[in-house]
């Protein structure tokens, strides 16, 4: 048996519908900013719980846009250690000093004394990224020091369609959310993003930016923009995922029990614990081995038997973006999250037959 690590939810039924939206967006050849883009932004944030969301076409561009917002530009923003690239980049983009943070482990975000000492003067954007899908236990204290700092809180919730905590959604944490629709997401447009927010000048903002920088009031460019809308075919197949949302996440739920009943108790990893009123997107299945020397050989070992998996992100400091922006070398933890970590394979359809084949195999690497 051969085991994808990732992949996406397209059931017959969905595409079906996905094809009919397409069909009338072809018919009626309004390719952009029309019904459906309407339609994914209104239900998007109806699902999620915030006043307006907005689409666009990748999370790294929603990262950009609400860093304009922020005004960054010369002065810095926060971003934890353990991040993805475009994280550092969008900051760059916009002519910013990233300021990288070391993580809490057990949190997979910011260590909290060390976010507070790196936050000054110059701070005008705080990232925070739900890891995996996992909302950090201590989140009220990250949107608290943000609020007693006045500093705009970004959440990349790239990971986290759909992840809850206490009743909140992920993307209605902070003054603005960023979703990712990449191929490899909890859900896909093929690629694009979807920004959610409570406040209508970043709205505005964004509205105006993804359309080369037009005001939204005249024809006038009246900044620098681009084009980063998302377009209406791309939307078509976001509803489609949309629509299946929940859907999605109590089957990516099932899969993550399973694992969490079956995978053999072993002191040499950990799992993520959650309280009763969190709930993961299950963006990954991640577990934390002790030794990044143990996570390394059952990694290799369940390859070797066509099982997929990955440790969680390739850490951002050793990409040569960030060194030669001397962005920090000294991280130990989330340099030893990163590597000592093992992402299992996880994906909204995955069969209990690979469950199944993935815990065999895994309990007779460990055992
Ligand atoms: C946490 C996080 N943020 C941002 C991105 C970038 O997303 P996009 O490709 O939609 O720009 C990714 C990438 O996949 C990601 O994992």
């Given at each position: 048996m051969?085991?994808?690590?990732?992949k996406?939810?397209?059931?017959?039924?969905?595409?079906?519908?996905?094809?009919?939206?397409?069909?009338?967006?072809?018919?009626?050849?309004?390719?952009?900013?029309?019904?459906?883009?309407k339609?994914?932004?209104?239900?998007?944030a109806?699902?999620?719980?915030?006043?307006?969301?907005?689409?666009?076409?990748?999370?790294?561009?929603?990262?950009?846009?609400a860093?304009?917002f922020?005004?960054v530009?010369?002065?810095?923003?926060i971003?934890?250690?353990?991040?993805?690239?475009?994280?550092?980049?969008?900051?760059?983009?916009?002519?910013?000093?990233?300021?990288?943070?070391?993580?809490?482990?057990?949190?997979?975000?910011?260590?909290?004394?060390k976010?507070?000492?790196?936050?000054?003067?110059?701070?005008?954007?705080?990232?925070?990224?739900?890891?995996?899908?996992?909302?950090?236990?201590?989140y009220k204290?990250?949107i608290?020091?943000?609020?007693?700092?006045?500093?705009?809180l970004?959440?990349?919730?790239?990971?986290?369609?759909?992840?809850?905590?206490?009743?909140?959604?992920?993307?209605?944490?902070g003054?603005?959310?960023?979703?990712?629709?990449?191929?490899?997401?909890?859900?896909?447009?093929?690629?694009?993003?979807?920004m959610?927010?409570?406040?209508l000048?970043?709205?505005?903002?964004?509205?105006?930016?993804?359309?080369?920088?037009?005001?939204?009031n005249?024809?006038?460019?009246?900044?620098?923009?681009?084009?980063?809308?998302?377009?209406?075919?791309?939307?078509?197949?976001?509803?489609?995922?949309?629509?299946n949302?929940?859907?999605?996440?109590?089957?990516?739920?099932?899969?993550?029990n399973?694992?969490?009943?079956n995978?053999p108790?072993?002191?040499?990893?950990?799992?993520?614990?959650?309280?009763?009123?969190?709930?993961?997107s299950?963006?990954?299945?991640?577990?934390?081995?002790?030794?990044?020397?143990?996570?390394?050989l059952?990694?290799?070992?369940?390859?070797?038997?066509?099982?997929a998996c990955?440790?969680?992100?390739?850490?951002?400091?050793?990409e040569?973006?960030?060194?030669k922006?001397?962005?920090?070398?000294?991280?130990?933890?989330?340099?030893?999250?990163?590597?000592?970590?093992?992402?299992?394979?996880?994906f909204?359809?995955?069969?209990?037959?690979?469950?199944?084949?993935?815990?065999?195999?895994?309990?007779?690497?460990?055992?």
């Amino acid at each position: 048996m051969k085991v994808n690590f990732n992949k996406p939810y397209f059931p017959k039924v969905m595409r079906k519908q996905i094809l009919k939206d397409i069909d009338l967006v072809l018919k009626n050849k309004k390719l952009m900013l029309g019904e459906k883009s309407k339609e994914l932004e209104e239900k998007f944030a109806k699902k999620i719980g915030s006043s307006l969301a907005i689409s666009v076409n990748s999370a790294t561009t929603g990262l950009q846009i609400a860093l304009r917002f922020a005004q960054v530009k010369n002065n810095e923003v926060i971003i934890p250690a353990a991040s993805f690239i475009t994280n550092v980049n969008s900051v760059l983009f916009e002519s910013a000093k990233p300021i990288i943070v070391d993580c809490n482990e057990n949190t997979l975000t910011y260590d909290i004394k060390k976010l507070k000492k790196a936050i000054n003067r110059k701070t005008k954007a705080i990232v925070w990224i739900h890891l995996t899908g996992y909302i950090s236990p201590e989140y009220k204290k990250i949107i608290d020091l943000a609020k007693e700092n006045k500093i705009l809180l970004i959440e990349d919730a790239s990971h986290a369609h759909g992840s809850i905590i206490d009743g909140k959604f992920a993307g209605t944490l902070g003054d603005v959310g960023i979703f990712s629709l990449y191929p490899t997401k909890v859900m896909t447009a093929g690629t694009g993003g979807v920004m959610t927010t409570n406040n209508l000048e970043i709205f505005n903002l964004a509205k105006s930016l993804r359309l080369f920088g037009r005001n939204i009031n005249s024809d006038q460019v009246d900044k620098l923009g681009n084009d980063w809308f998302l377009d209406e075919v791309r939307c078509c197949i976001a509803l489609g995922q949309l629509n299946n949302l929940d859907k999605i996440i109590s089957k990516r739920i099932e899969a993550a029990n399973y694992y969490y009943q079956n995978l053999p108790k072993d002191i040499s990893y950990k799992m993520l614990r959650f309280s009763n009123s969190s709930i993961s997107s299950w963006y990954n299945f991640p577990i934390f081995f002790k030794s990044v020397k143990k996570a390394k050989l059952v990694r290799s070992l369940l390859l070797k038997k066509n099982i997929a998996c990955k440790n969680i992100y390739k850490p951002i400091f050793e990409e040569e973006v960030f060194k030669k922006n001397n962005l920090g070398i000294n991280f130990p933890q989330a340099k030893k999250m990163l590597a000592s970590s093992l992402c299992l394979p996880m994906f909204t359809d995955i069969k209990k037959s690979e469950l199944e084949y993935i815990v065999k195999n895994f309990k007779e690497i460990i055992c």
